[in-house]
């Protein structure tokens, strides 16, 4: 596993150093920094404005469209290149975690725990999740897959909602209310939840393989608490994803 060993060498060797610079007696010189100069231009191209009162969800960009939802419930698909807005619906309930896309199908998640796709702002199927989830929905494969906080993974099907397949995984002790990973590396599923990530077979939802990004360490469930943070990486076949470890 050669991820895995690079990633506990990084880690204690970073743990030397620490412990180094601690007992030392006084705070090591930092050289200074080189210059720096930008070497990339980076202007606004467009801006959609959102409900006052609300707050933005994760967006999905697919494509040339950038769908993205509001928490009261409003959904937009925009043109990625002229930011002008190709749909916009309001629910009328309040959603949770973000959006997913394809470019075609858009999919959110309410408060209620109930799963919406939309097409060109239309409501196009609900079903009801059996647990609360903070991962935005992923559209790919004419699928729409949702991860669940107690680490379920399941597969719906984007066209009429019926659901293809549930995959539960052990759940951790202690969890925090945050996104998860649930991406699409070639043609593999990538889900984790805590501090491990799990490569599941898109058409069935069968594991093919599982690792831990962080060990946990520590006597009690606060001090073993590892989670994912931020999206992962995806380079030809290798996923890069880190971790927080009490």
Known sequence: MPTAFSFKTCATAASALLLAACAGGSAPALPELPPFSTTLAVRQAWAV?????????PPSASGDTVTVAATDGTVIAIDALSGQERWHTRLGTALLAGTGSDGGTAAVVSAGNELIALE??????????????????????????VQTGDRTVSAWDASDGHRLWSKARPPDALMLGKPGVLAMAGDMLVAGVGGRLAGLSPADGG????????????TDDVDRLVDLTGRISVQDHVVCARAYAA
């Open 49 to 57: 404005h959102l409900p006052a009162g609300t707050s933005a969800l």
């Open 120 to 145: 060109d702002g239309h409501v196009r199927w609900r079903q009801r999740l059996g647990a609360r989830t903070y991962t935005a929905p992923l559209v790919a494969h004419g699928r729409v897959f």
């Open 207 to 218: 594991v093919r393989w599982e690792a831990s990004v962080a060990t946990p360490r520590g």
